[in-house]
C-alpha cells in the first residue's frame, strides 16, 4: 500500500509488526504472589463461616438429607427454613 508522505513523496506503509529483538520479552513492575484457588476458596469460606458465627447466625437449614419431587417444592422447603430461622434469631 503507498501512502504520501508530509514532504510530498511516496511511501510504501509497512502492514506488519516491527519487532526489536534486542528489547527484553517484557517488563516486570511487581510480582504478584499468586496462591492456588482452592486455598484461597477455603480461606474465604471460613472467614464467612466465623463472621456468620459471630453474628449469631447458624447453618441456614437443618442438616440432614433431604428429598423433593420437583425443583420448586425444595426452593419452597428452603425459603421456609430461612424464614424460620430468621425468626428464631430475631425473637
Not at 1 to 29: F, H, W
Not at 39 to 56: D, H
Request: proline content about 2%; aromatic content about 6%.
Amino acid at each position: 500500500m503507498l501512502v504520501r508522505r508530509q514532504d510530498g513523496r511516496l511511501n510504501e506503509k509497512m502492514s506488519y509488526a516491527v519487532i526489536n529483538v534486542d528489547d527484553p520479552v517484557g517488563k516486570t513492575v511487581g510480582r504478584r504472589r499468586l496462591q492456588d484457588a482452592p486455598k484461597m476458596a477455603m480461606g474465604l469460606q471460613r472467614l464467612v463461616n466465623q463472621v456468620r458465627r459471630s453474628r449469631g447466625f447458624g447453618a441456614i437449614c437443618r442438616k440432614g438429607v433431604f428429598r423433593f419431587h420437583s425443583f420448586e417444592e425444595a426452593d419452597e422447603w428452603l425459603m421456609k427454613e430461612i424464614v424460620a430461622r430468621a425468626v428464631r434469631i430475631r425473637n
